[in-house]
């Protein structure tokens, strides 16, 4: 990532935090409506959980800046998602219900610019944590 697409992430995502159980509930009624499958791997009672996915969504927004001081607990965030029955190939489908909520709660500031500036931030997470998770071949599982 760019500096200028770290600043438009955290400037972004700051007209967010506010809101963000609002945030929270869009983006997990957008996934279970894209991906009804993922439902049953969650607990019936959300509030705990969209909590801290906004709390984890700030660290790593915080940390766009400093990756390294991020990436171990992006490792084990991602080992433990396999526990959780996350597989590699949901990550796409979460990161398009994240782009997805961010551009109806941003509406006009869902720039060009800051839909690239988040699809790169996401990749990058997606992709380290995919490979953290399932990527090496002596993998304790
Ligand atoms: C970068 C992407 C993701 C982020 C930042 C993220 C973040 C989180 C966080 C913070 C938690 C709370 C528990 C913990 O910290 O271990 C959590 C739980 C969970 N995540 Fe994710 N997640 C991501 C991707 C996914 C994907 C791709 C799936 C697959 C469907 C998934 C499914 C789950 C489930 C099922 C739980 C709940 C586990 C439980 O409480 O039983 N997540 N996630």
Same mark, same amino acid.
């Given at each position: 990532?760019?500096?200028?697409?770290?600043? !438009?992430?955290?400037? %972004?995502?700051?007209?967010? $935090?506010?809101?963000? =159980?609002?945030? $929270?509930?869009?983006?997990? =009624?957008? !996934?279970?409506?894209? *991906?009804?499958?993922?439902?049953?791997?969650?607990?019936? =009672?959300?509030?705990?959980?969209?909590?801290?996915?906004?709390?984890?969504? &700030?660290?790593?927004?915080?940390?766009? %800046?400093?990756?390294?001081?991020? #990436?171990?607990? $992006?490792?084990? #965030?991602?080992?433990?998602?396999?526990? +959780?029955?996350? /597989?590699?190939?949901? +990550?796409?489908?979460?990161? %398009?219900? !994240?782009?997805?909520?961010?551009?109806?709660?941003? *509406?006009?500031?869902?720039?060009?610019?800051? *839909?690239?500036?988040?699809?790169?931030?996401?990749?990058?997470? %997606?992709?380290?944590?995919?490979?953290? *998770?399932?990527?090496?071949?002596? &993998?304790? /599982?």
């Amino acid at each position: 990532m760019t500096p200028a697409q770290v600043t !438009l992430v955290e400037q %972004s995502f700051a007209r967010v $935090a506010p809101i963000a =159980d609002q945030t $929270a509930v869009m983006f997990y =009624d957008r !996934l279970f409506e894209v *991906a009804p499958q993922v439902k049953a791997m969650f607990p019936a =009672d959300m509030t705990e959980q969209r909590r801290k996915l906004m709390a984890t969504l &700030a660290v790593v927004v915080n940390g766009l %800046s400093n990756l390294e001081s991020i #990436l171990p607990a $992006a490792s084990a #965030l991602a080992v433990r998602h396999v526990a +959780y029955g996350a /597989k590699a190939e949901h +990550y796409p489908v979460v990161g %398009s219900a !994240l782009l997805w909520t961010l551009e109806q709660g941003l *509406a006009e500031g869902w720039t060009p610019q800051v *839909a690239d500036a988040w699809r790169t931030a996401y990749g990058t997470l %997606s992709g380290f944590m995919i490979e953290q *998770a399932y990527g090496r071949p002596q &993998a304790v /599982k």
